[in-house]
Nanobody
Framework: EVQFVESGGGLVQAGGSLRLSCQPS????????IGWFRQAPGKEREGIAC????????YYARSVRGRSTISRDNAGNTVYLQMTTLKPEDTAVYYC??????????????????????WGQGTQVTVSS
């Protein structure tokens, strides 16, 4: 059974920063993409940052590019999303997710909801103005 331990959500003031952590377990693929998605009230879930297991290639959505950093620990077991200069429009439930679709070294990973194999339970991030 695939499980995720997500942490780091909460209430943050606009302009502040946070770091989300995700520790997945239970899947055995060596070729996968792991990343963060978010869903704001009344909006579709969107992929905001994903990293490929093959070579660490990274995708950022335009909405967070330049103020977000996705990274993995040395063992590759935990994935982090550091976000700065938070805005009220960043308020959403943030989900860690894994896709087993084959990655292509040298290319940015696919970071779309259609390709996701496993979802975390989500963590709420609220940015107050």
């Amino acid at each position: 059974e695939v499980q995720f331990v997500e942490s780091g959500g909460g209430l943050v003031q606009a302009g502040g920063s946070l770091r989300l952590s995700c520790q997945p377990s239970g899947f055995t693929s060596d070729d996968y993409t792991i990343g963060w998605f978010r869903q704001a009230p009344g909006k579709e879930r969107e992929g905001i940052a994903c990293i490929s297991s093959s070579d660490g290639s990274i995708y950022y959505a335009r909405s967070v590019r330049g103020r977000s950093t996705i990274s993995r620990d040395n063992a590759g077991n935990t994935v982090y999303l550091q976000m700065t200069t938070l805005k009220p429009e960043d308020t959403a439930v943030y989900y860690c997710a894994v896709s087993n679709e084959p990655t292509i070294p040298g290319r940015k990973p696919k970071c779309e909801t259609q390709g996701i194999t496993y979802w975390g339970q989500g963590t709420q991030v609220t940015v107050s103005s």
